[in-house]
Structure formats: C-alpha cells, structure tokens
C-alpha cells in the first residue's frame, strides 16, 4: 500500500486497508499547555530568543490567542519560575540545618542545570509567584529554626541564592564555551592548561603552577567547599555574642 503521510494532531481512521484522515483534533488552548511549550522553547533555544510569537507558532496558533491565558511576558516568565520551583525536592526537616542546606542547594543547583536559561530567569526577575515564594518562606523556616536572628535570615538566604546561581552561571557559560567550540568540557581544559603553561613563569608563577587546578576543574567537590565555607562563616553567627 502506498504511504500516506499524516499531519500531527489529525483524527485517523482505518478502514480495511485504506487510512482515511478526518478533520484535525482540537485540543483547547490553556495555560498549562502554553507553559509547557515555553519551558520547551526555553530549553532548545534559551532566555533572549523566546518570545510569545514563537509560543503561539510552536502552538500553531495566532501569537494573539496566548493573551487570553498569559496577561504577558512578565508573567509568563513567573509562571516559568513557578513551574521550575515545583520540581524543587525540600530536605527532610529532622535533619541538622547545616545538612538541609547542603541538600536545598544541590537541589537548586540540579533545578537550574535542568532547564537552559534558568539562571538568566531568576536572576532577571522579582520573587512573586506562589511556587517561588513557597521556596522563600521554606529556607527562611529552615534559617529560623537553625536559630538565626531574623536580621539575618534574609541576609543568609539571599547569600545562599547568589551563591547557588553564580556558581550555575559559570558552569553553563564553560559548557556553552566547550560546545560552540566544538569539543568536550575536558578537551577545552586540556587546551587552557597547555595555553597557562606556555605563558612566562617569572609574570605568571601562580598561575602556571596551578593550571591544573584551574582548568580541570572537579565541580562537586568545589561546590560543596564552597558551600562549607558559607556555612562555617553562619555557624560563628550563631554562637553567643553574635
């Protein structure tokens, strides 16, 4: 029989052998779809190139029609934030402070690295989603159960936040580096090691002598230390006189 090629979305009916294409499935447009087809976008091509036309034309839909669901770019971009916070797993509560917090951060970090642009996302815009503040007022429950003075839970979960993201930023701007240029995270290390060692010892000791360091960089290990160095620095604000 010969092929018959069918268009996404239409009602098929087989009948013997002959498929008979009938008028296409209309399935309603709403909000939860029009943000799945956003974090869709947002992962293959990023934060600066999504925009509500190219939604509505994923959609195959006037760019008009997502305005009766989205009032507009802001707030789809906190209905994104919403839809990736929810994929957030909280630490277990019986756990020491210091251990919750290691775990909020990978968790945060994991979030981040699953969706491209994300870092852009929170970083570009005010907390004022439910999902969001959800998360706020849980590290916020966390810091005030350590026993943090509550002039400094703000300071504390805000130190935390810029942290998390800033490490994120440049592991995706390495990974993004690597691959325009066509090689792995590693291979790109190998050339920026041999590129440190060929530059003059008597200007540049340190940085040859630690080359290695540099541009091989283990990024479990050096995010969890730097994240002990932040909790060491909370822990002495917790001791009396502080």
């Known amino acids: 029989m010969k092929e018959v090629r069918v268009m996404a979305r239409r009602r098929t009916t087989r009948v013997s052998n002959a498929l008979i294409v009938e008028d296409p499935i209309h399935i309603p447009l709403d909000q939860a779809r029009i943000l799945e087809t956003a974090l869709q976008l947002l992962n293959e091509m990023g934060l600066r190139e999504l925009s509500m036309r190219k939604i509505a034309d994923k959609l195959q839909v006037k760019t008009a029609s997502l305005y009766y669901h989205v009032k507009d770019r802001e707030q789809l971009m906190q209905l994104l934030l919403d839809r990736i916070c929810r994929e957030m797993v909280w630490p277990e509560a019986g756990l020491p ?3 919750q917090i290691y775990q909020w951060a990978g968790q945060f970090r994991k979030v981040l690295l699953s969706h491209r642009g994300a870092v852009e996302l929170f970083s570009q815009t005010i907390a004022s989603g439910y ?12 810091l005030v159960s350590a026993g943090f003075a509550d002039l400094q839970v703000p300071w504390i979960a805000s130190m935390l ?13 390495l990974q993004s580096i690597a691959k325009d240029q066509d090689v792995s995270y ?22 040859i002598r630690l080359a290695t360091y540099t541009t091989k960089t283990n990024w479990e290990n050096e995010f969890h ?8 620095g909370f822990s002495v604000k917790l001791m009396p006189g502080n």
């Open 225 to 232: 230390f730097g994240l002990s160095v932040l909790i060491d």
């Open 161 to 173: 936040k810029n942290y998390v993201l800033g490490f994120v930023a440049e592991e995706d701007q």
């Open 186 to 207: 590693e291979e790109m290390g190998e050339q920026v090691d041999q590129f440190f060692r060929q530059l003059p010892e008597e200007q540049f000791p340190n940085m």
């Open 97 to 99: 402070w210091q251990d």
């Open 131 to 142: 999902e969001r503040l959800t998360q706020i007022e849980k590290l916020y429950q966390l």
